[in-house]
T-cell receptor, first 114, second 112 residues
Framework: KQEVTQIPAALSVPEGENLVLNCSFT??????LQWFRQDPGKGLTSLLL?????REQTSGRLNASLDKSSGRSTLYIAASQPGDSATYLC?????????????FGKGTKLSVKP | DTAVSQTPKYLVTQMGNDKSIKCEQN?????MYWYKQDSKKFLKIMFS???????INETVPNRFSPKSPDKAHLNLHINSLELGDSAVYFC???????????FGPGTRLTVT
């Protein structure tokens, strides 16, 4: 059964710094991996979805990479801003994604200080 | 113009009561899900429905039952509520052929 781990659990950085959030998964037979953002008391916002055929996906200052062979994904945030403060969740599908059942990591809580 | 909506946003009720949470998606998606986020913020799948058929049922007590009156709705009924049911419940949807899931804003359930 798929297990997803995220490190670090929390991260505090000064504004303007580039940072990397890490995600690892146990079952590499996945079709995709998805990164979400959750603000306090709010729902989940999809940030990036990487297909298994891709190695990277970019959206603005965000770049997500996927290495199936090592069971790892990273989310790179460039030039961080206080508005980036949120919890970032990584999710990988179970059973190879055929049923779309997402298994979530426990998230990385990011705080960007002005 | 919300894509995935849930009602109510907050629900406070007493132990033993029966309650429902509603979810609607206007995206024309084929599969809908219910997730539970516990007090430690850990998000776990509960159910998914595709074309009115339950295709996933994780280790969830049978006090919880999903009901889908049509493709756009997946409601969650909970009987005999317990303190441990207190959590935030998220609905999500996905289009067949796509892997991306879209989430609703969540319903915070508090059982007293």
């Amino acid at each position: 059964k798929q297990e997803v781990t995220q490190i670090p659990a929390a991260l505090s950085v000064p504004e303007g710094e580039n940072l990397v959030l890490n995600c690892s998964f146990t079952d590499s037979a996945i079709y995709n991996l998805q990164w979400f953002r959750q603000d306090p008391g709010k729902g989940l916002t999809s940030l990036l979805l990487i297909q298994s055929s891709q190695r990277e996906q970019t959206s603005g200052r965000l770049n997500a990479s996927l290495d199936k062979s090592s069971g790892r994904s990273t989310l790179y945030i460039a030039a961080s801003q206080p508005g980036d403060s949120a919890t970032y969740l990584c999710a990988a599908p179970d059973y190879g994604g055929s049923q779309g059942n997402l298994i979530f990591g426990k998230g990385t809580k990011l705080s960007v200080k002005p | 113009d919300t894509a995935v909506s849930q009602t109510p946003k907050y629900l406070v009720t007493q132990m033993g009561n029966d309650k429902s949470i509603k979810c609607e998606q206007n995206l024309g998606h084929d599969t809908m899900y219910w997730y539970k986020q516990d007090s430690k913020k850990f998000l776990k799948i509960m159910f998914s429905y595709n074309n009115k058929e339950l295709i996933i049922n994780e280790t969830v007590p049978n006090r919880f039952s999903p009901k889908s009156p049509d493709k756009a709705h997946l409601n969650l009924h909970i009987n005999s509520l317990e303190l441990g049911d207190s959590a935030v419940y998220f609905c999500a949807s996905r289009e067949d052929g796509s892997y991306e899931q879209y989430f609703g804003p969540g319903t915070r359930l508090t059982v007293t």
